[in-house]
């Protein structure tokens, strides 16, 4: 499936400085194994992008009040700064690793209702806000995280400058000032790496440093939808996204992903019961896959995540692309086709809604480029439908 079969070429924005992040490692059970979330990832898909004809647009700086919009400034000071005392602190001579690994966690548990003190040593503070041994942080890491974030923000730019207009037809960028539908649907895609959708607002892991989609929801919001709803078909739950919205009533939060309690990550997160409290009741839609579900059960998922965000109404749509769920990816037992990627594309475009697609997961990198055009081409399709119904 071509883009141009399916519609008019997506735009994706990506930024070469999302290549910095190099994480060397992972540690998995307290072993030092190779990292899956690498470079490669980013570059096979951008490859594969341009030679499907998709335009590409080079990401802007993120404002650090998009940011904040999502994360707590003490976590964003983290990210930032944790590296360099690393670096001061010795620890790549004594004990010899130069990335930033964290072996002590300030859990609610250990500080018994006590309040959390920040920890003279880098090596203590590299815990505070991680929550797994799997995410390491190296030298370049914040300045990848940033401009995956800034990939992420300037997409929204382009899908709401095209998509909402105030009552004289001028284009309006604040919600006081944006019509109540739409003019049209417009996507953009943003080659977002290192993914974001297990970082909460206060927390990092899963390979993820700053989140994304969330930015993204918030920034959609600021640029004038009531209500957006994101759709994650990563393979895995983005206990991220879900925490950070889970209260709120103006962002539906839908995933369809390998069930953890089948032990799979995030393990504690991603539940069918998890549907949101306070304000947010109602607007979590969790529906966890048993291994080896496949392409039927899969797609019969996405439908379901389609009709509930039909029914919250949104005015933008903000997809977490995640192709780990496809059938060679060594991250994943869900075991979809990559037909079943296009279609999940289709389905997800059905909405018509201008819509933010940021790339999450996906590690199979022989497959990894032609999945994402598949799932793209899949949008555009079902946005072209969308349009002619």
Not at 30 to 58: C, F, K, N, Q, S
Not at 72 to 80: A, G, I, M, Q
Not at 206 to 216: E, F, P, Q, R, V
Not at 368 to 375: H, K, M, R
Request: glycine fraction near 12%; hydrophobic fraction near 45%; proline fraction near 7%.
């Amino acid at each position: 499936m071509s883009p141009t079969a399916a519609g008019a070429p997506i735009p994706f924005v990506w930024h070469p400085r999302t290549r910095r992040h190099v994480p060397s490692a992972e540690i998995w059970l307290g072993v030092r194994t190779p990292g899956t979330e690498v470079v490669e990832r980013v570059d096979v898909i951008r490859d594969a992008l341009i030679r499907a004809g998709h335009r590409e647009v080079t990401a802007r700086d993120p404002d650090r009040r998009a940011l904040l919009a999502v994360h707590s400034p003490e976590l964003l000071e983290h990210l930032r700064t944790i590296h360099d005392a690393w670096s001061v602190g010795g620890y790549a001579t004594d004990p010899g690793q130069d990335r930033v690994v964290p072996y002590v966690f300030p859990t609610v548990g250990m500080l018994g209702g006590q309040p959390l003190r920040r920890a003279a040593a880098p090596h203590a503070r590299a815990g505070q806000f991680c929550y797994d041994t799997m995410t390491l942080i190296g030298p370049g890491t914040w300045d990848a995280a940033e401009a995956a974030a800034g990939a992420a923000l300037t997409a929204v730019d382009l899908v709401a400058e095209a998509a909402w207009v105030d009552h004289r037809g001028s284009r309006g960028d604040a919600p006081e000032e944006a019509a109540p539908g739409t003019l049209r649907a417009p996507v953009a895609y943003a080659l977002s790496r290192p993914p974001g959708h297990h970082a909460a607002r206060e927390a990092f892991g899963g390979s993820c440093y700053l989140n994304n989609a969330a930015i993204a929801a918030e920034a959609l919001r600021a640029r004038g939808a009531r209500r957006v709803a994101i759709l994650d078909v990563d393979a895995h739950h983005g206990n991220g996204t879900q925490t950070i919205f889970y209260g709120r009533g103006d962002v539906l939060y839908g995933s369809v992903h390998v069930d953890p309690g089948a032990g799979w990550f995030p393990h504690f997160l991603g539940f069918a019961d998890e549907t949101g409290f306070h304000g947010g009741v109602g607007t979590n839609v969790n529906i966890p896959l048993p291994p080896r579900a496949g392409d039927d059960r899969w797609l019969a998922a996405v439908e379901e995540l389609v009709g509930a965000a039909a029914a919250f109404h949104p005015d933008a749509l903000v997809v977490s692309l995640g192709v780990d769920a496809a059938i060679d990816d060594p991250e994943s037992p869900l075991r979809v086709t990559r037909e079943g990627m296009a279609a999940t594309g289709v389905l997800l475009g059905s909405l018509g809604l201008p819509t933010v697609v940021v790339q999450e997961g996906g590690y199979h990198l022989t497959t990894l480029g032609a999945l994402v055009t598949d799932a793209l081409a899949g949008i555009a399709e079902g946005a072209v439908r969308a349009a002619r119904r």
